[in-house]
């Protein structure tokens, strides 16, 4: 009974493993040659499996780019959550900044997440299957501007906005500030555009918010 649950635990492990080095090995092709321009079999090649491997975890190439994306964004939205919506904090406004700010760490500190925003900024068209890969995008963005508009009105109840500010507007502001600085930041791979003041930049944004 033991060996039969030591054999099923190390098979898991083993699949695990095998998935987890399929999703980097498409993180790797799609970097080099693009999405579009990708097969499960350059996959399959570069993770060093057979096809028949590769399709016993992922069904096409949207499941395995999926998986990929899910990586980074499910912690980026736990992240969020934490960092965001904290009823409790003294400080609406410092809670965007430190998102914001925390998210570009992410990027300079995670070679990992600085692929796959590159992949999906810039590797990538959203046409034809991908197409629903898109409308996904939207729709998350269309929750990450309803969460900064949920911390924008607490922030106006603590009084730290100016008067005629509306919290969903400064949201949506934000938002789209943040989506063209991240898209800069990806393309500035020398560093000395974007990169070396994205923080600054946002601090400067969220400053301008604040009531003096």
Known sequence: M????????????????????????AREVFLMRGVGRTTMEHIAIQAGVTRGAIYWHFSNKIDLFQAMREQVFLPLIDRMD?????????????CIEN????????????????????????KCEYVDEFATILQQVLSNCSRIA??????????????????????????????????GLLHMWVKDTRGDQFRWQAIELVKAHMSLRRRA
């Open 99 to 122: 998102f914001l700010c925390g998210t570009i760490q992410v990027l300079i500190d995670s070679i990992e997440t600085r692929q796959v925003y590159e992949i999906m900024m810039i």
């Open 146 to 179: 309803e969460k900064l508009q949920l911390v924008y009105e607490r922030a106006k109840l603590q009084e730290q906005l100016h008067a005629s500010h509306d919290a969903t507007q400064l949201a949506m502001d934000t938002h789209l500030f943040f989506i």
């Open 2 to 25: 033991y060996e039969t649950y030591g054999t099923v635990r190390k098979t898991k492990e083993n699949a695990e493993r095998t998935r987890r080095r399929l999703i980097e090995a």
């Open 82 to 94: 934490d960092t965001l919506l904290i009823e409790g904090s003294e400080d609406a406004l410092t």
